[in-house]
DNA sequence: GCCAACGTTGGC
DNA sequence: GCCAACGTTGGC
């Protein structure tokens, strides 16, 4: 069971739009990084939802529903995309400045390879970043 | 709006 | 196969 973090700009796709919607196929992905990631998800594998862009802050949790499978987006059949649900919306949003404020994140993909829109959490990270939703 | 980081493209 | 030019993402 592995954690992730997969980027959205709130303008486009928000946590808000996710739990209307129930689910949704995670789409779009156009780099071979983050495709790997999305490959390497399993069923039932959690990740914090993030606003990019606008908001800049986790705010909520989802769960994948369904593993990497043909991108519908894409004609070449060469990308891949995934399903996820809401599991649920963090007590208290946890902005990029104070992930990046907190010694234990320092290493924290998000904050290293800040243009990738999948990137894989640490266990350690996850619990670190679930305290700071705590207040 | 600017810029840094990074990926992609195309000339050689 | 190298590298300059260009495009995109996303933070500031």
Redesign the pocket.
């Known amino acids: 069971m592995s954690f992730w973090l997969l980027?959205s700009?709130p303008d486009v796709y928000s946590f808000d739009d996710l739990l209307r919607d129930g689910e949704t196929i995670w789409d779009g992905v156009?780099?071979?990084?983050a495709a790997n990631n999305l490959k390497a998800m399993e069923i039932g594998d959690e990740a914090f939802f993030?606003h990019?862009?606008t908001g800049?802050e986790a705010v909520g949790i989802c769960r994948v529903t369904a593993p990497a499978g043909p991108d519908p987006t894409d004609a070449t059949g060469r990308w891949v995309a995934v399903k996820v649900a809401p599991v649920r919306r963090l007590g208290k949003p946890v902005s990029?400045?104070r992930m990046?404020a907190e010694p234990a994140l320092a290493d924290l993909q998000?904050v290293?390879?800040?243009?990738?829109?999948v990137v894989p959490v640490r266990p350690e990270e996850r619990d670190a970043i679930l305290r700071l939703s705590e207040g």
């Open positions: 980027k700009e156009r780099n071979a990084q993030y990019s862009n800049k990029l400045a990046k998000l290293r390879q800040s243009r990738l829109s």
